[in-house]
């Protein structure tokens, strides 16, 4: 290949309004932003966001009775001055209020999957339309940590672990203060020493942009940010601000010095929400897509460095389907063959055995026959008896009464001689 050589210009081209051409497109076509709140209930996850974009999202009520993990997305359309910004905000349902915690990270990372999955798939499409394709990959996952004060909980460390590697991690503390100053300072310090301990990798705000590399080196130093949300307006002074009261004084959402809610709104809103939304590209999408393509067989090179076709690979991946597809015709014939034979085994079983009952019956009816010949052979025998005798007693009653007039015919006559 050729090198690349640099020439002058010897007048004006036109050529330096690409990035004007690039702003005027991308603020008529919109924005998209996508964010994860992952935390217990009850932490401010709703007020937290109604508080970042200075609105009121409707959204209903979290209850602690969930049999599991529920996600819950609900998608905006917002618009300040002329940019349009099509938000998704995702929540947690559910999330730490089981008994057995041991599978609660399997719903959220089954849904950023489902959205890697959704996107994989209008890529792969032989007409594509991603210029109007919605994005609903996750840009961040702000992660809220319970104002415990002591150190993460296993469900922390565990779930952020498994996110780490898929979506841009900021863990916040929620309800920051509820917590002393002293202990919120060392509370940061025991949860960055978790994380780095447990190998959990966190978003680090980039300091490549020598623009944002100072602001952003500074705020990845104030990690994990502590937060408070607020949409209730106190009088302070001659201003409303966005704040909570208590009994013991006022707490300003706004005030760097009560919270760092600024700090969080600025670095994940003004500041770097673009290099989230790169980075949910270039990294954790591009991660998915080589693991789903080399599942399928895909390869940039073959065992001799050697580029790989396309063609070649969808040859080999298909005469590899074909190979397994024929396999298992075979198996499923072969076991087709064998549950015919087991089954006629089992019908000649039960054909045997019905015979056998059958000769079974047959010899008992054949006894229970010939039992009732010999009883009635018998009572036939009875009966004659009886008859014989019945016929021998007449008989007698018959000759009684002859031979009694005989005999007084005889007596007469003797009288008379």
Known sequence: MNSCRTVPL????????????????????????????????????????DTLFNTKFEGEPATHTQPGVQLRSNTYD?????????????????????????????????????????????????????????DSRIHACLYFIAPTGHSLKSLDLVTMKKLDSKVNIIPIIAKSDTISKSELTKFKLKITSELVSNGVQIYQFPTDDESVAEINRTMNAHLPFAVIGSTEEVKIGNKMMKARQYPWGTVQVENEAHCDFVKLREMLIRVNMEDLREQTHTR???????????????????????????????????????????????????????????KEAELKEAEKELHEKFDRLKKLHQDEKKKLEDKKKSLDDEVNAFKQRKTAAELLQSQGPQAGGSQTLKRDKEKKN
């Open 10 to 49: 010897a007048g004006h081209v036109g050529f330096d309004s690409l990035p004007d051409q690039l702003v005027n497109k991308s603020v008529s076509q919109g924005f998209c932003f996508n964010i994860l709140c992952v935390g217990e209930t009850g932490l401010g996850k709703s007020t937290l966001m």
């Open 78 to 134: 917002l618009q300040e001055s002329n940019v349009g910004l099509k938000l998704m905000i995702v929540s947690t349902v559910g999330f730490g209020d089981q008994i057995n915690k041991e599978d609660s990270y399997k719903p959220i990372v089954e849904f950023i999957d489902a959205q890697f999955e959704a996107y994989l798939q209008e890529e792969l499409k032989i007409r594509r339309v991603l210029h109007t394709y919605y």
């Open 284 to 342: 954790h999408y591009e991660l998915h897509r080589r693991c789903k393509l080399e599942e399928m067989g895909f390869k940039d090179t073959d065992p001799d460095n050697k580029p790989f076709s396309l063609q070649e690979t969808y040859e080999a991946k298909r005469n590899e389907f074909l190979g397994e597809l024929q396999k298992k015709e075979e198996e499923m014939r072969q076991m087709f063959v064998q549950r015919v034979k087991e």
